[in-house]
């Protein structure tokens, strides 16, 4: 007989189709079973539609499945609130469910409490059934109800020994398509992507979504592309200010910047937002930037480099997880960019510690994901 952690894997690999859809709300995937048996499923695919167990006490409908008496497994604890859809417990008391078996407490205030609301009506409620994969799966929403910033990931391809690019500034491509998909995978998750303005003239990137794969569930926006560019280096001929491609582009700069480029960065549709510079540089503080995305309702920002700019962030101690693909070749050369710059540490106790390491096989490639220790949300 299956138990409850093989339904509710179900409900978060649901929940997980909606990857980068759904912000600023959860991902939330459900399943219905009836005498073990899945009779319905569903999962929150786009913020305004319809929650996960509105969606699957819907496909129960449609597939003209009794829910009375059923058990749902829900990856977040149901709402009990009035938001852009009526609160999900009444639609699991209307269903006719009689037990409830959720992953993680929703810590989002006006939310919570759906376990009690239910348990209230006579629904028998089990709390915490995988819950660690759960918050993992939403850790950029718990991040950003508890600091109100985004959760930032550290995003680079290196050789074996490190390097992002040979000494004569050789970096394209370091990494096999395997890995890079799966970089596009990483983009489709996010709210938005970060470069620096060297990076910007060298690659040129258009910093969208790309792979077919990666839009198998789909809907949403491609993230926001931002440039950290302190004094209006890079050119308004740049792929980063391609207005026909889908996506928004904010330029993070100082005061250093010419009127003159803001205006003309603006009048071909590209934000601008002037941040004073970090203590002792010439360059926008980075600390500032995260307070100014997280007002504007970003949970989540790719940095995708160079070194220069992943250093700066390492060293202020604003990263949350690193996404490494390494290749299994040696670049050497002292003059070689590392895939970490910045200024580093003293002692290797004061090192960056990863932990929740996930590592995977792509093709040739290692993929390394892990949370920096004590940052994990
Ligand atoms: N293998 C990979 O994963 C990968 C990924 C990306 C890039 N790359 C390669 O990396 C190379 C570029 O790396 P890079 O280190 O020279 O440049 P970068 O990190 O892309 O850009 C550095 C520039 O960003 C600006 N900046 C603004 N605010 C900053 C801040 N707080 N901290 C740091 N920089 C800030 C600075 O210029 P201003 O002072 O003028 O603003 C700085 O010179 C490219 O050749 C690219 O191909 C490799």
Redesign the pocket.
Not at 195 to 200: D, H, N, P, S, V
Not at 228 to 231: E, F, Y
Not at 281 to 284: G, H
């Given at each position: 007989m299956p138990t409850h952690d093989f339904y509710m894997q179900r409900a978060i690999e649901l929940a997980l189709r909606a990857s980068g859809n759904t912000s600023p709300n959860p991902l939330v995937g459900a399943v219905i079973v009836q005498q073990d048996r899945i009779i319905a499923e569903g999962w929150h695919q786009q913020a305004g539609l319809a929650h996960a167990e509105v969606a699957a006490i819907e496909n129960a409908k449609q597939k003209k499945e009794s829910t009375i008496g059923a058990t749902m497994y829900v990856s977040l604890e149901p709402c009990s609130h009035h938001g852009r859809t009526p609160p999900c417990t009444q639609a699991i008391v209307d269903a006719g469910i009689t037990t409830l078996v959720f992953a993680t407490s929703d810590t989002n205030q006006q939310a919570s409490g759906g376990g009690e609301v239910l348990e209230a009506a006579g629904v028998d409620v089990i709390a915490g059934v995988c819950e660690e994969r759960a918050r993992d799966a939403n850790r950029f929403f718990f991040h950003y109800l508890k600091h109100k910033t985004p959760f930032v990931i550290a995003?680079?391809?290196?050789s074996l020994d490190g390097k992002?690019?040979t000494h004569s500034?050789n970096?394209?491509w370091?990494t096999g398509t395997a890995a890079r998909n799966q970089g596009h995978m990483a983009r489709q998750a996010v709210d938005a992507i970060l470069?620096?303005?060297?990076?910007?003239i060298?690659?040129q990137p258009q910093l969208t979504v790309r792979y077919p794969e990666a839009f198998k569930h789909a809907t949403a926006a491609h993230p926001l592309r931002i440039v950290?560019?302190?004094?209006g280096?890079v050119p308004l001929d740049n792929a980063m200010f391609d207005a026909t491609l889908p996506a928004n582009t904010l330029v993070v700069t100082t005061s250093a910047m010419a009127t003159a480029h803001a205006e003309r960065l603006k009048a071909i549709g590209v934000e601008v937002v002037e941040l004073p510079c970090?203590a002792g540089?010439?360059?926008?503080d980075?600390k500032q930037l995260l307070n100014v995305l997280g007002e504007r309702g970003v949970q989540s920002l790719l940095i995708?480099?160079?070194?220069?700019?992943?250093?700066?962030f390492v060293d202020n101690q604003l990263i949350n997880e690193v996404w490494a693909f390494i290749a299994p070749m040696l670049i050497g050369g002292n003059h070689a960019?590392p895939?970490i710059?910045g200024v580093g540490v003293d002692e290797l106790s004061q090192a960056l510690r990863l932990h929740n390491l996930h590592v995977e096989q792509l093709d040739d490639d290692l993929f390394v994901r892990g949370t920096v220790v004590g940052c994990d949300e």
């Open positions: 995003k680079f391809a290196s992002t690019a500034g970096s394209q370091i470069i620096g303005a060297q990076t910007a060298d690659d950290l560019d302190s004094r280096r970090a540089t010439n360059q926008p980075l995708e480099g160079g070194h220069s700019v992943l250093g700066s960019a895939s710059g």
